[in-house]
C-alpha cells in the first residue's frame, strides 16, 4: 500500500513564524504535491515537484515555498506566518508512469494565531 | 468559470439505499481524467474511483460507480447499497492534459449523512 505521511496532524503557529511541514512518501513516486484545503473551496494547488530539486507553482503558491532535496520527502516552507493560511494542508503523490492516481496524506491542520 | 462543479453541498440517503452525488466538468482538452475522492471527518483523502476521457465504459469499484457522460460533461458518482460509514465530504475532481505530473482541481465538494 501507498504511505504518504504528514509530520503533524495539528499545529499552532503564531504570526510571522516560520512554518516548516513535511511529507514523506514510501513509493518512489516522482511527483509530490502540496494542496490547502478550506470550506467551500475545495482543494486548491500551492506547488508540485516532479524530480528531485525541480518544483512548479500551482494555482496559489503565494506566501509559500518548498523544497525537495530527497524523492522521498516534499517540504512546504511558510516564510512568515499569517493568519488567512490558517487551513488544512495535504500533501499528495503519484508515479511517472501508469496509475496517475494521487496518494493522499494525513493532512496537518495549521492555525496561526 | 468553475472548472469542476458539485452542485449539492449537502446530501442524506438512508442506509442500505442508493445516491447519487453530482459533479459536471468544464475542459477543450480532448483527454482528461476525472477523480472521486472521500473525506472522512478524520482528514485524509482516500481515493475511491477513475474515468478517463476515452473510457468507452463506465468505471465501477465496488458499490461505487461513475455515471460518465461525455457529451453532458457530467461525471456522477454513484454508491450502491449505502452504508454508515459512507458518511464523509465527497470531491470530484478532474485532470486536465496527459501525463501524472498534472495537478488536479477539486470541486467544492459533497457532504453525505448516511442515515440509520
Known amino acids: 500500500d501507498v504511505k504518504v505521511t504528514q509530520s503533524s496532524r495539528y499545529l499552532v503557529k503564531r504570526t510571522g513564524e516560520k512554518v516548516f511541514l513535511e511529507c514523506v512518501q514510501d513509493?518512489?513516486?516522482?511527483?509530490m504535491f502540496w494542496y490547502r484545503q478550506d470550506p467551500g473551496l475545495g482543494l486548491r494547488l500551492i506547488y508540485f515537484?516532479?524530480?528531485?530539486?525541480?518544483?512548479e507553482k500551482g494555482d496559489i503558491p503565494e506566501g509559500y515555498s518548498v523544497s525537495r532535496e530527497k524523492k522521498e520527502r516534499f517540504s512546504l516552507i511558510l516564510e512568515s506566518a499569517s493568519t488567512n493560511q490558517t487551513s488544512m494542508y495535504l500533501c499528495?503523490?503519484?508515479?511517472?508512469?501508469?496509475?496517475?492516481?494521487?496518494?493522499f496524506g494525513p493532512g496537518t491542520r495549521l492555525l496561526v494565531l | 468559470a468553475q472548472k469542476i462543479t458539485q452542485t449539492q453541498p449537502g446530501m442524506f440517503v438512508q442506509e442500505k439505499e442508493a445516491v447519487t452525488l453530482d459533479c459536471t466538468y468544464d475542459?477543450?482538452?480532448?483527454?482528461?481524467?476525472l477523480f472521486w475522492y472521500k473525506q472522512p471527518s478524520s482528514g485524509e483523502m482516500i481515493f475511491l474511483i477513475y474515468?478517463?476521457?476515452?473510457?468507452?465504459q463506465n468505471a465501477t469499484e465496488g458499490r461505487y460507480s461513475l455515471n460518465f457522460q461525455k457529451a453532458r460533461k457530467s461525471a456522477n458518482l454513484v454508491i450502491s447499497a449505502s452504508q454508515l460509514g459512507d458518511s464523509a465530504m465527497y470531491f470530484c475532481?478532474?485532470?486536465?492534459?496527459?501525463?501524472?505530473?498534472?495537478?488536479?482541481?477539486f470541486g467544492s465538494g459533497t457532504q453525505l449523512t448516511v442515515l440509520p
Open positions: 499528495a503523490s503519484n508515479a511517472l508512469a501508469g496509475e496517475e492516481t494521487q496518494y
Open positions: 513509493m518512489d513516486h516522482e511527483n
Open positions: 515537484s516532479y524530480d528531485v530539486k525541480m518544483k
Open positions: 475542459t477543450s482538452d480532448p483527454s482528461y481524467g
Open positions: 474515468q478517463g476521457s476515452y473510457d468507452q
Open positions: 475532481a478532474m485532470r486536465e492534459g496527459q501525463g501524472s505530473a498534472r495537478q488536479l482541481t
